[in-house]
């Protein structure tokens, strides 16, 4: 089934660790988006990506980086966890112009 | 770039009732408006979108109505369910600079049985 997958689904990670979520979709699409969300609470954009090597900074991004070598697989690091850091991260993605689809999010924990 | 408000923050309405959510957006090159339903621990899903050469978009009982010379958009849900209380979120996508949706802040939706 054509979706969009995130994995791992929970992560609990010591202070300092280096971290990536991974994120990968079978849809086809160009475009791919990390957001940082509080339970249901607002969608704070970290990264978007219109294509193959082609990334972009959203309001979060001075903390973490990504990479899109493949259309579908588009993963976020986190170079040294912080207490600061734990939320939960939704990877989304779309045509152009067109609704997203999102990923059942990373809850991530850091200790 | 793009700003989007959202109101209100919490709505309690009783089964059947209706209830209206509205988002005023501040970049007027902005030309598509979805709105995403979210259930506790789920993932946000598109429910209904508006592109901007549309004033009104409907679908069962959910509706869409933009005016782009206020540039304010809302959702209308009539004969509300108890499975609509969610907390729904409005977006903007403008259609220069960084085209990516900014959200809404979100509203609370409970529907009372």
């Known amino acids: 089934e054509a979706d969009i997958y995130q994995t791992p689904r929970y992560l609990v990670i010591g202070t300092g660790k280096k971290i990536t979520l991974e994120c990968s979709q079978t849809m086809g699409h160009d475009k791919m988006y990390w957001y940082q969300q509080d339970p249901g609470m607002e969608l704070h954009l970290i990264h978007y990506?219109?294509?193959?090597?082609?990334?972009e900074k959203g309001d979060l991004s001075s903390e973490s980086t990504v990479s899109r070598i493949r259309t579908e697989h588009f993963p976020l690091t986190l170079e040294s966890a912080r207490p600061s850091h734990t939320s939960q991260y939704l990877c989304?993605?779309?045509?152009?112009?067109?609704?997203?689809?999102f990923g059942s999010g990373t809850r991530l924990t850091v200790v | 770039g793009e700003n989007v408000e959202q109101h209100p923050s919490t709505l309690s309405v009783q089964e059947g009732d209706s209830a209206v959510i509205k988002c005023t957006y501040s970049?007027?090159?902005?030309?598509?408006f979805p709105w995403y339903k979210q259930e506790l621990g789920k993932r946000p899903q598109l429910i209904i979108d508006i592109r901007s050469n549309v004033g009104e978009k409907k679908d069962q009982r959910i509706a869409v109505t933009l005016n782009k010379t206020a540039k304010h958009f809302s959702l209308h849900i009539t004969e509300t369910q108890p499975e609509d209380s969610a907390v729904y979120f409005c977006a903007a996508n403008p259609n220069t600079g960084r085209r990516a949706l900014t959200f809404g802040s979100g509203t609370r939706l409970q529907v009372q049985p």
């Open positions: 989304a993605s779309s045509e152009w112009q067109d609704g997203y689809t």
């Open positions: 990506s219109y294509g193959v090597n082609s990334t």
């Open positions: 970049d007027s090159a902005s030309n598509y």
